[in-house]
């Protein structure tokens, strides 16, 4: 497909084990974007790739919280000993040009993360 | 600290009329701003973006307006239709080149 995809679409996990989430961007986009969304909320900016690089990891909420990228394509980011506030939707969009800067981002249908 | 503000009340409305959506901001001044919109279970999709200089703006049946000095975004649906019924997000630049997505209307248009 030529959209963003994400996996798994739902995760279940118990409280102070380790997830991955992975996003596979379009084609071609050099920006990718990290973000969560809680029920009822907003989307909470959590981290922004250039390439392989995170120029922007501002939005990361603790240490718990890291992201990678390789290849300049496929992104994962890992929740290391989840706690029950983690729980939420964890959306992944990417965007064209090497600026990245609010240009249109393309999301993937998210990833839910329930933490029990 | 930046700060935007839609209607966190869902709009109810009839088939056919238009439907207004309002995004306000604080503490800045974006350069542009885009709306996205947003269906259960799914991630946002991008509609429209207005930039400062732009008053309005339209797609089809979507409107745009872009109020600087009132702070102000407004987003119309004139003709609205059940298929309409979504969250809509309205996204200003932040002053660190990313977009700040507010938390969302959503719309339900009944027939």
């Known amino acids: 497909g030529a959209g963003v995809s994400q996996s798994p679409s739902n995760k279940v996990t118990e409280k102070g084990k380790d997830v991955e989430l992975r996003c596979d961007p379009i084609?071609?986009?050099?920006?990718l974007y990290w973000y969560r969304q809680s029920l009822g909320q907003g989307l909470e900016f959590l981290i922004y790739?250039?390439?392989?690089?995170?120029?922007?990891k501002s939005g990361l909420p603790s240490d718990r919280f890291s992201a990678e990228r390789t290849g300049g394509s496929v992104s994962t980011l890992t929740i290391q000993r989840t706690q029950q506030e983690d729980s939420a939707v964890y959306l992944c969009?990417?965007?064209?040009?090497?600026?990245?800067?609010?240009?249109?981002?393309?999301f993937g249908p998210g990833t839910r993360l329930l933490v029990l | 600290s930046q700060k935007i503000e839609q209607n966190s009340e869902a709009l109810n409305i009839q088939e056919g009329k238009t439907a207004t959506l309002t995004c306000n901001y604080t503490?800045?001044?974006?350069?542009?701003l885009q709306w996205y919109r947003q269906d259960p279970g799914r991630g946002p999709v991008f509609l429209l973006l207005?930039?400062?200089?732009?008053k309005e703006k339209r797609k089809e049946r979507l409107k745009v307006t872009f109020d600087t000095t009132l702070k102000q975004s407004l987003f119309h649906i004139t003709a609205s239709q059940p298929a309409d019924s979504a969250t809509y997000l309205c996204?200003?630049?932040?002053?660190?080149?990313?977009?700040?997505f507010g938390q969302g209307t959503t719309l339900q248009v009944k027939p």
């Open positions: 969009a990417s965007s064209l040009d090497g600026t990245g800067v609010g240009e249109t981002q393309y």
């Open positions: 790739f250039q390439g392989n690089s995170a120029p922007d």
């Open positions: 207005i930039r400062e200089n732009e």
């Open positions: 503490n800045y001044s974006p350069a542009y």
């Open positions: 996204a200003p630049l932040s002053n660190t080149g990313k977009l700040i």
């Open positions: 084609s071609g986009h050099t920006a």
